[in-house]
């Protein structure tokens, strides 16, 4: 333990760093894994490239800023360096892997078992003592079951772990290069140190660039370093600090406009995000908590199991058997007290559950994430994509003095304003037309607000509103031809383009700008209000002022419009205009109305956000943007529900200082980064403690970390969501990460536990609901699978000290385990809810666990009890009615098993040969599995419920569970009639009556647990409700 | 796991005894009698249940004839002396090695000495020559106990131990003692044809007997096994069907099974020769699986040192 939270600690600290110093830390990381690593990594680190010039640049890579590497040359340094591309975390080798599934604790009990039986068999064998080869049928069947089992283990983890490699292949990745001078498109992974590449704007990095050229290149770091803000990237070398410095492009990152060239200076698991990654891996992972819980579980079942078995191996000595013989009873009680099926019905119940999932959108990766997601109590979401539709959209519109809301939803269902007026036709006209934006070409058929765009955000939110709203906005560019414009640049922080007109004989130019509100009213002189342009007096400012206030407090992101038609005769056709010099009228424009965006939410996040809460699970936005567009998001998907006020909200209603404000009366909070970062992790717990619901805004994906620690530390188990490379300690260290399957690295998908392949919040719901009903179903079905060891345990128990003749043999206990009733557990994963699980608080790890004390007391003593008692009645009922009265059977062991008396007398004096004895007890076997089979049907039927009654559930609601009873009968009439069987799996036909005896014990076992559930509900904190409910 | 791992330590001290609640494994006192009277209660009810289903089902089983005896039936064949893995194993004039058989002979016989058959209550005489089968009414004790046939133990002539006690075992001619298991009711039924009964057995096949024959297993041992003889009721190598049916422990405690002792008068010394004897009925059957229904196989192998 010690070892790993130093590695955390690391982890924490880097996050706190500014990212300059990130190569430090990872040197220093490295020194707390691997000492004799440290200097080879040192060499590694060592980025000097952006410090070189040119010529030496081409020098040291023999290639060339114009022609790019010759091809030989790279194919040499391809075979070098290998791949261009990030090598999936070391996984453990796959024998060891499958050698993992044959090696837990129930399968080395069951070896033992098998070794047991051929030492059992050989030594028999040996004395040429052979009666049966049952002890051969038995290790060679008990082998069978661990390695199938295994083999099923192993498969389920083999097929989640494909899933993942699937998105790996989805979309091999190219790059522009440069060989032989030939510009030229490859894959990506084909890039070699050398190369010259061109990135554009849209492209990932694909490599470490050292940037020779530039124009206008902005990159989005935030993959690497959480930074939201775009950084600009040119060929000077600004910083000797190879990660501050502008001419380095690091792979992975997005470019997001403008043009580059550069030659690669690192490539694959040699960039930055490749020893990131890397690293990451390194962070151990939490265990599940229903690994836990079926680790506990195990531990215990294998524990009694060697206990009853050492037990009855010293009584069977005491009493005088043979050494070999008692260790055939030890190995005989393990069988019968193992239940063999649990591990597969588990993994069944949560493959189904998973693929329920994966329809759903969820794809786990790892099985015992579906449960974890089930106990959740914290989420801690990303905003952008999970919580929003990450497109920005247009939201809201301030025209004719008046905020118009705009349609945000994602299928355009939403209301739309009111287009009627003149202004909107002024404002329309200037978004469509001051907008440089254009769509893909070849994406008619795909809905408007999907469309790609080549643009950035706000211009991409402009155009696809326009398109609504106006209709075809390319084609109405064309009626407005375009004579020149000037781009956004951030010291005008305007951007206007001039226009002819639609109507061929109105000879007037059209000007439209658009930029920062506050900027576009400086340059107007008139406000059109209804179509009118009237004089912008001091009445419209404070207007304008509150509108744009009241936008801005949304969260949006404002811009303001405004046009102006220049006289004809000033501006006459052909007028030479230039952008430079501004020679044409910039001020005493006409102001048409401020539109305001923002990347909205989900539509179906505020309806999940609000089952979250009722379901006690907190739900935490942890985003790398600003506080404001963060409260406004969190405030609309009800992440801070209505009515609820940060420290800073009470302060400014009650116009008091911030400092004055009683923390405690503050349910919501919104902490930034930067505050983050001073915080102590004591202060960032009571923080967490005191707010109920807590935004943190401006954070890097390592604070994200902090954040997780600080949730474990408060008891919750925390599911967490992430995309970026940085996101994956995080991912790691959380009781559940959760990757998005559409933003998400490689790197993110690859430490998280499940997937989301919408992006979508939503989703994690129906999670969180699925884990929960497999949590309860679970229980269900354990209970059900625990319940008929005892009635395999006790005959044992009997034989060896009643000495009547075999009740129950191992191989028959096998074909109970495995074969029939294995389809009914599994089908108990169906059942359906009792309750509205959704309203309830999350389970308590420490408290509620899978397997309680009540659980299995209530299993093994009471309906393992009743389950036993059938059986035995049926024995001695099948025993009696073929002249073995009860009485005569105890002691009547050692003739019974005597295979060299063929005259054993039964009550009536009739005598017995060995084979006659033995098909008897192979009757015997027959006749106690029927009684537990009918016995289970029952034990099915009451595991549908815990507390309701089965009659309120509904009998046959679960059509799986009804199909496994008929299955489960019919299977057993198979075993029973089949030809051949008595000398092969030792199950003899038996008579029809026999299948009858059981039954009423069956009866009972309903009835019990009728007034059993009765009382739990009638009598809530009860002793009954505590004693017996489960 | 990284969390909680601490708050179990010194945990269990506590689980086994607290001495704040005065808990003992969790429960208290009172607690522990709550439970402990549920499950007194609760098994006290199922094993209430239990017995009584077991009388139950005692008073629909008959006490003198069983419900079922698909299992018993057809009887098997069974031999004296036993024998451990079915072989027979002696050195001619060593006392030592075929003492055991002998006294296992001696003591099955005893049962057919003539001075347990004196009761005229209990068993009749059912004359010397075989003949039909001898009901005695109904399977309940209406009637009271059934008389029995009586067996002279003569019949077996030079088996009986009456003239030579070491059974020919000191002469190297060893006898065999053999029965059919008893099954109540069962009527063993005289094989109709002869078709099945090979051909030495022809002469001993006579109605109202079930013949028995013995053969080497191997072709090649038939010459090295010698004459046979066999003893029985009417010096018949056969189970005569007056004998039949049985009618049970509790009717007929004193049932003497008719017996045919065979005689192997000149075995080859020092080989393993493997001996097969069958009992030849319309309802005697045989199966691959019991090797010791209707018929068994033994071996013999005399040693002359």
Not at chain 1, 402 to 421: C, N, R, V, W, Y
Not at chain 2, 216 to 231: L, P
């Amino acid at each position: 333990m010690g070892k790993k939270g130093d590695q955390y600690e690391v982890f924490v600290e880097m996050g706190r760093d500014t990212n300059g110093e990130m190569d430090a830390k990872i040197k220093k990381k490295k020194k707390v894994k691997k000492k004799e690593m440290l200097e080879g990594m040192k060499k590694e680190m060592e980025i000097d490239d952006h410090e070189l010039t040119i010529e030496e640049l081409e020098m040291k890579y023999s290639t060339s800023t114009t022609k790019g590497m010759s091809s030989t040359l790279a194919a040499q340094v391809l075979e070098r360096d290998g791949a261009n591309e990030l090598k999936p975390p070391k996984g453990t080798p796959e024998y060891v892997k499958f050698a993992r599934q044959l090696a837990g604790g129930l399968q080395c009990l069951m070896w033992v078992a098998a070794v047991i039986c051929f030492i059992a068999f050989g030594i028999q064998f040996a004395q040429e003592d052979l009666t049966s080869y049952d002890n051969l049928y038995l290790a060679i069947t008990l082998i069978a079951v661990v390695v199938v089992t295994g083999c099923f283990g192993y498969y389920q983890e083999f097929k989640s772990t494909n899933i993942i490699a699937s998105f790996k292949n989805l979309v091999p990745q190219k790059a522009t290069v440069f060989r032989d001078g030939q510009k030229s498109q490859i894959n990506a992974n084909q890039l070699v140190v050398g190369d010259l590449v061109e990135i554009k704007g849209g492209d990932r990095v694909p490599a470490d660039v050292r940037i020779i050229t530039a124009q206008g290149c902005k990159v989005d770091n935030s993959s690497l370093t959480g930074e939201s803000e775009p950084q600009s990237k040119g060929p000077e070398c600004t910083h000797e600090n190879p990660l501050e410095t502008r001419n380095i492009a690091f792979f992975s990152t997005t470019c997001l406009e403008g043009i580059a060239t550069g030659i690669i200076i690192n490539t694959g698991d040699r960039t930055i995000i490749g020893r990131i990654a890397s690293l990451a891996s390194g962070v151990g992972n939490e265990k599940t908590p229903i690994a836990i819980e079926i680790e506990h579980f195990v531990d215990i079942i294998a524990g009694l199991a060697i206990f009853f078995g050492a037990t009855f191996f010293v009584v069977a000595m005491v009493i005088g058997y043979q050494f070999l013989k008692a260790m055939i009873f030890f190995m005989a009680i393990v069988v019968a007290y193992v239940p063999e099926g649990l591990l597969a019905t588990v993994t069944v119940c949560l493959s189904l559950t998973a693929k329920r999932l994966a329809k759903k959108n969820c794809v786990v990766k790892n099985l015992e994430a579906v449960e974890t997601l089930g106990s959740t109590s914290v989420i801690c979401s990303d905003k952008t994509g999970t919580l929003t539709q990450n497109r920005m959209t247009v939201s809201h519109l301030w025209f004719d003095n008046h905020i118009h809301s705009a349609d945000t939803t994602e299928d355009q269902s939403g209301q739309s304003f009111d287009q009627s007026s003149e202004t909107w036709r002024a404002l329309g006209r200037v978004a469509g037309l001051c907008n440089r934006a254009v769509f893909k070409p070849g994406q008619e058929e795909i809905p408007i607000p999907k469309r790609e765009v080549i643009g950035d955000a706000s211009e991409t939110a402009l155009l696809k509103f326009t398109e609504l709203t106006i209709g075809n906005v390319i084609d109405y560019r064309g009626r407005f031809k375009k004579i020149c414009e000037v781009p956004f640049n951030s010291t005008n922080k305007f951007q206007l383009s001039i226009h002819e007109l639609e109507d061929p004989l109105d000879l007037r130019y059209l000007l439209v700008m658009k930029g920062a509100p506050e900027r576009i009213l400086e340059r107007c002189s008139t406000i059109m209000i209804k179509g009118q342009e009237l004089p912008l007096d001091e009445q419209w400012k404070e207007a304008f002022q509150t509108a744009y206030m009241d936008l801005g407090s949304l969260g949006e992101r404002v811009l303001g419009f405004c046009h102006i038609f220049m006289n004809e005769k000033e501006y006459p056709r052909g007028y030479n205009f230039d952008t430079d010099e501004m020679n044409f009228p910039t001020s005493g424009l006409c102001f048409a109305g401020l539109i305001s965006m923002i990347d909205p939410p989900r539509a179906t996040v505020p309806d999940a956000v609000m089952k979250c809460r009722t379901a006690g699970i907190r739900v935490i936005m942890v985003t790398g943007d600003h506080p404001i567009t963060a409260k406004a998001i969190a405030a609309n998907v009800g992440i801070i529900s209505e009515g609820s006020e940060t420290v800073e909200d009470i302060a400014t209603r009650l116009r008091i200082p911030v400092e004055q404000v009683n923390r405690g009366d503050a349910r919501a909070c919104v902490i930034n980064g930067g505050q983050l970062k001073d915080m102590t992790s004591d202060e960032l717990d009571d923080a967490l403690r005191a707010h109920p619901e807590m935004v943190f805004a401006r954070t890097s994906p390592q604070q994200k970390l902090i954040i997780v620690e600080s949730c474990q530390r408060l008891g919750s188990i925390v599911a967490v969501t992430g995309d970026g490379v940085n996101d994956s300690p995080a991912l790691k260290k959380a009781d559940i990460g959760i990757a998005m399957g559409i933003a998400g690295s490689d790197a993110a998908k690859n430490a998280a536990d499940m997937i989301l392949l919408d992006d979508n919040f939503a989703s994690i719901v129906t999670g969180v609901e699925q884990g929960r009903l497999i949590f309860d179903n679970l229980k269900k079905s354990i209970a059900y699978t625990l319940t008929k060891n005892i009635p395999e345990l006790t005959p044992y128990l009997i034989y060896i000290t009643v000495s009547v003749p075999l009740p129950l043999g191992c191989i028959t206990i096998l074909f109970i385990e495995l074969a029939t009733d294995i389809f009914p557990s599994v089908s108990l994963a169906y059942e359906k809810a009792e309750s509205d699980i959704m309203h309830l608080k999350p389970r308590n790890p420490k408290r509620d666990r899978l397997v309680n004390e009540a659980l299995a007391v209530y299993s093994y003593f009471q309906i393992g009890a009743i389950q036993s008692f059938a059986g035995f009645t049926d024995y001695f009922t099948a025993m009696a009615q073929e002249g073995w009265l009860p009485l005569l059977c105890v002691g009547l062991r050692s003739q019974w098993e005597n295979p060299h008396n063929q005259e054993v007398q039964d009550s009536y004096g009739q005598e017995w040969t060995y084979s006659q004895r033995l098909y008897q007890e192979y009757t015997c076997y027959t006749v106690f599995f029927v009684s537990i089979e009918i016995c289970q049907i029952s034990d099915v039927l009451i595991r549908k419920t815990r507390r309701l009654s089965v009659f309120q559930q509904g009998f046959f609601r679960n059509k799986v569970l009804v199909t496994a009873i008929v299955f489960q009968l019919l299977l057993g009439n198979f075993l029973c009639y089949c030809p051949g069987m008595p000398n092969i799996f030792n199950f003899m036909p038996i008579r029809v009556q026999w299948w009858f005896v059981p039954v009423p014990f069956g009866i009972l076992i309903f009835v019990y647990d009728e007034i059993r559930k009765l009382g739990v509900r009638r009598h809530p904190g009860s002793w009954w409700d505590k004693e017996l409910y489960y | 796991m990284a969390r909680g791992s601490n708050e179990n330590e010194g945990g269990w001290k506590k689980f086994i005894w607290d001495s704040e609640k005065k808990a003992f494994l969790g429960r208290t006192g009172s607690s522990w009698f709550k439970i402990f009277l549920f499950y007194l209660i609760f098994y006290g009810c199922l094993a209430g249940i239990f017995i009584g289903t077991i009388q139950a089902l005692l008073l629909t089983i008959s006490s003198y004839r069983p419900t079922y005896q698909d299992r018993v039936a057809p009887p098997g064949l069974t031999h004296t002396p036993k024998t451990i893995k079915t072989e027979i194993s002696f050195t001619l004039n060593s006392e030592g090695s075929y003492k055991a058989f002998i006294e296992s002979i001696d003591n099955f016989l005893k049962q057919y000495d003539d001075d347990k058959q004196t009761d005229k209550m209990k068993f009749e005489d059912c004359k010397d020559q075989p003949s039909g089968y001898i009901e005695r009414g109904q399977y309940d004790n209406s009637a009271g106990e059934k008389k029995a046939c009586t067996f002279n133990r003569r019949w077996l002539g030079n088996c009986s131990g009456l003239d030579d006690p070491s059974y020919g075992y000191s002469s190297g001619k060893p006898c065999f003692i053999v029965k059919l298991n008893r099954i109540l009711g069962y009527k063993p039924e005289p094989p109709k044809n002869n078709e099945t009964i090979p051909l030495e057995a022809q002469d001993r096949v006579q109605p109202n007997v079930i013949p028995i024959h013995c053969a080497a297993k191997r072709e090649e041992e038939v010459s090295k096994i010698g004459q046979i003889n066999y003893y029985g009721m009417g010096g018949l190598g056969g189970f005569p069907l007056q004998y039949y049916p049985y009618y049970g422990k509790l009717l007929q405690p004193q049932y003497l099974q008719p017996l045919v002792a065979i005689q192997f008068t000149n075995l080859t010394l020092d080989i393993d020769l493997r001996i097969e004897c069958k009992a030849y009925g319309e309802n005697i059957n045989y199966s691959d699986k019991d090797r010791f229904q209707g018929r068994f196989d033994v071996k013999f192998q005399l040693k002359s040192r």
